[in-house]
C-alpha cells in the first residue's frame, strides 16, 4: 500500500484543484458601517447544465481516523463544491490530478481548524473527513437534475498519514 503523508493546507499548493477560504490574508473592505470586514471572493460556484443552481446545504460529519484507507474519490463535472467547517476543527483534505478520465496518486492536505475548501469542477476529491470530533459544515454546490457525481475505486488503496 502507497502511503501518502498529508501536508499543511495552503492557497498556493492547493490552486491547481480549488480555492482555500479562510481569514489568512487582509480584509478586502469593511461593510455594516465598519462593523464586519469582508474577505471578498474567496471562491466562485461554478455551476452548469439545464436544471441545476447553486444550493447551500448543512453536514454533520463523523471523524475518520488516521492512517486513512483511501479506497475511493470522487468529482463533480457539472459544479464546484464547497467545504467550510462551522467549528474549528481540523480535516483532511485528499484530492488527485486527473489522468485521461482516472485520478492520478492523490496528495493530501491538513486543514488548520476553520479553513474551508472549493473543489473546482471536475476535480477528483476524497470525501469530508473531518479529524477528532464530528463536525458542522456549509457546503455549497450544485443542486438539480443531471449526473453531478461520478466515482473512481482504486485498484489498491492508498494510506493516508498525518
Not at 41 to 55: H, K, Q, R, S
Not at 65 to 85: C, D, T
Not at 137 to 149: C, M, S
Request: hydrophobic content about 40%; some cysteine.
Amino acid at each position: 500500500m502507497i502511503e501518502i503523508k498529508a501536508t499543511a493546507l495552503t492557497s498556493k499548493l492547493f490552486v491547481p484543484f480549488g480555492d482555500v477560504i479562510d481569514f489568512d490574508r487582509e480584509p478586502d473592505f469593511a461593510i455594516n458601517n465598519g462593523f464586519c470586514d469582508r474577505y471578498h471572493g474567496l471562491a466562485i460556484a461554478d455551476v452548469i447544465g439545464n436544471g441545476g443552481e447553486t444550493g447551500i446545504s448543512l453536514g454533520f460529519g463523523r471523524p475518520y481516523e488516521v492512517p486513512l484507507k483511501l479506497n475511493m474519490v470522487e468529482r463533480h463535472p457539472l459544479g464546484s463544491q464547497a467545504f467550510i467547517p462551522l467549528e474549528q476543527q481540523p480535516f483532511l483534505v485528499i484530492v488527485a490530478e486527473d489522468d485521461n478520465g482516472t485520478p492520478k496518486q492523490p496528495v493530501a492536505f491538513l486543514s488548520e481548524g476553520g479553513q474551508g475548501v472549493n473543489y473546482h469542477r471536475n476535480v477528483w476529491h476524497g470525501v469530508l473527513t473531518p479529524l477528532n470530533n464530528a463536525s458542522k459544515f456549509l457546503i455549497v454546490d450544485r443542486i438539480g437534475e443531471g449526473n453531478n457525481l461520478e466515482e473512481y475505486f482504486f485498484d489498491e488503496p492508498y494510506l493516508v498519514t498525518i
